[in-house]
């Protein structure tokens, strides 16, 4: 079966500092993956979505990036955090039309920005 | 572009039954979904329907789907303390590598 993982789970920074939050996905191949930001218990951003190795759409600017260097890895960075960037981001990950295109989400990461 | 709207609160008593509704914009969406999230944890999947169908019930779960009014609705019949959380619609069309989600309703379950 299938599996996703994400972490940390919790993070505090310092405003300026780096970030980087990692993603894998276990257990099908060729996934499509994306990043969505979560604010305040609300409704989901989508940050980004990627549907191969190297191929990353973003969906709004922000200080933010994403890269993908191997097919079931995702990777979200920022090089200075902003207090804005605090928030619940969930990794989530698609399949193929047989599954429905479901997107099946991680547990989170809840960053703090200080 | 997409649109998906639901109202942000429900409260219901243990017992009630529960019908939490979605509208949506795009009518070339061929998935639609109801995930639950519990506080501080992710998404989780609760069902899905194909836009062919009108209805799908799955133990306490009821999803009705009038695609002419563009309205999707989720029922929980006999609602639990445990089914208290936000509740988000989503909908997807045939190869989009994204799905638009309305921002969740926040349903409360009081004993």
């Known amino acids: 079966s299938q599996t996703i993982h994400q972490w940390p789970a919790t993070l505090v920074q310092p405003v300026g500092s780096p970030l980087s939050l990692e993603c894998t996905v276990e257990?099908?191949?060729?996934?499509?993956l994306y990043w969505y930001r979560q604010a305040a218990g609300r409704g989901l951003q989508l940050l980004f979505y990627s549907v191969g190795i190297g191929q990353i759409s973003s969906e709004v600017p922000q200080n933010l990036s994403a890269s993908r260097p191997q097919d079931r890895q995702f990777i979200l960075s920022s090089k200075k955090l902003l207090l804005s960037d605090s928030g619940f981001y969930l990794c989530?990950?698609?399949?193929?039309?047989?599954?429905?295109?479901?997107?099946?989400f991680g547990e989170g990461s809840w960053l703090t920005v200080v | 572009g997409e649109d998906v709207e639901q109202s942000l609160f429900l409260s219901v008593r243990e017992g009630d039954s529960s019908v939490i509704n979605c509208t949506y914009t795009d009518s070339s969406s061929t998935y639609l979904y109801w995930y639950k999230q519990e506080p501080g944890a992710g998404l989780q999947l609760l069902t899905y329907?194909?836009?062919?169908?009108d209805m799908k019930q799955d133990q306490r779960l009821t999803v009705l789907l009038n695609k002419k009014d563009k309205h999707l609705s989720l029922r929980i019949a006999d609602t639990q303390t445990g089914d208290s959380a936000i509740y988000f619609c989503?909908?997807?069309?045939?190869?989009?590598?994204?799905?638009?989600f309305g921002d969740g309703t926040t349903l409360t379950v009081k004993p």
């Open positions: 329907i194909f836009s062919n169908m």
């Open positions: 257990g099908t191949s060729n996934p499509n």
């Open positions: 989530a990950w698609s399949g193929d039309r047989a599954s429905g295109n479901t997107i099946y």
């Open positions: 989503a909908e997807r069309y045939t190869n989009a590598g994204k799905s638009t």
